[in-house]
């Protein structure tokens, strides 16, 4: 089946750095990858759909200075949270669609295994 | 606006059935998935129902949809242990690039 790998699986930073998370599709092209986040027994907000060569689509209320996306591939998509603080502290979550099953298929939606941020 | 609900606990003894229900909005929604969140890791698609269709059966699995209320359930037969871990609800958009939004999950716990 599609896998789309995250790195890395956690990471613990300080206060004032900046932070990349890699999504990368690993045996199928994405040109469309979304970023979510998940707080502790929540849901999952979608952040922003990343879309190739294009620039970024931000859901409401997220700050786009602030987590920077970059898509520069058909299997890469990275988010950089830039200028972290412990309110960022989070579970970082990237999914991608299977383009090849896109027109017929179900919009399956293939998620990468999270990266954990804690921010001191 | 779109919006997914559904209850955020269920607990169940093992050998029971578990049925989870979520309710949404969108009368636009394309396809209605549920997704499951074992701890620490992302998420993977069990099942998913077409909004045209009324009910799809996979193995222990059996997924029903009520379209004039925007209900749908999903049923564990013969739940086991391996099964808790949580559960959320999606619906897909038509347009947008298949945008989907989640329900807040419901948090299946099974009980030896």
């Known amino acids: 089946g599609a896998v789309v790998s995250q790195h890395p699986s956690w990471v613990i930073c300080k206060s004032g750095t900046s932070v990349k998370i890699e999504c990368r599709s690993l045996?199928?092209?994405?040109?469309?990858m979304f970023w979510y986040r998940q707080f502790p027994k929540q849901s999952l907000m979608l952040m922003a759909t990343?879309?190739?060569?294009?620039?970024?689509?931000?859901e409401q209320g997220v700050e786009k200075d602030k987590f920077l996306i970059n898509h520069a591939s058909l299997t890469l998509s990275t988010l950089t949270v830039t200028s972290a603080h412990p309110e960022d502290s989070s579970f970082y979550i990237c999914?991608?669609?299977?383009?090849?099953?896109?027109?017929?298929?179900?919009?399956?939606?293939?998620f990468g295994e999270g990266s954990r941020l804690t921010v001191l | 606006g779109e919006d997914v609900e559904q209850s955020l606990f269920l607990s169940v003894r093992e050998g029971d059935s578990s049925v989870i229900n979520c309710t949404y909005t969108?009368?636009?929604?394309?396809?209605l998935y549920w997704y499951k969140q074992e701890p620490g890791a992302g998420l993977q698609l069990l099942t998913y129902?077409?909004?045209?269709?009324d009910m799809k059966q996979d193995q222990r699995l059996t997924v029903l949809l009520n379209k004039k209320d925007k209900h749908l359930s999903l049923r564990i037969a013969d739940t086991q242990t391996g099964d808790s871990a949580i559960y959320f609800c999606?619906?897909?958009?038509?347009?947008?690039?298949?945008?989907?939004?989640f329900g807040a999950g419901t948090r299946l716990f099974v009980k030896a």
């Open positions: 999914s991608a669609r299977h383009e090849a099953r896109r027109g017929g298929g179900t919009g399956e939606l293939f």
């Open positions: 045996d199928f092209q994405a040109t469309t």
């Open positions: 990343s879309n190739e060569g294009s620039k970024a689509t931000y």
């Open positions: 969108d009368s636009s929604s394309t396809y």
């Open positions: 129902i077409f909004s045209n269709m």
């Open positions: 999606a619906e897909s958009m038509v347009g947008g690039g298949f945008k989907t939004i």
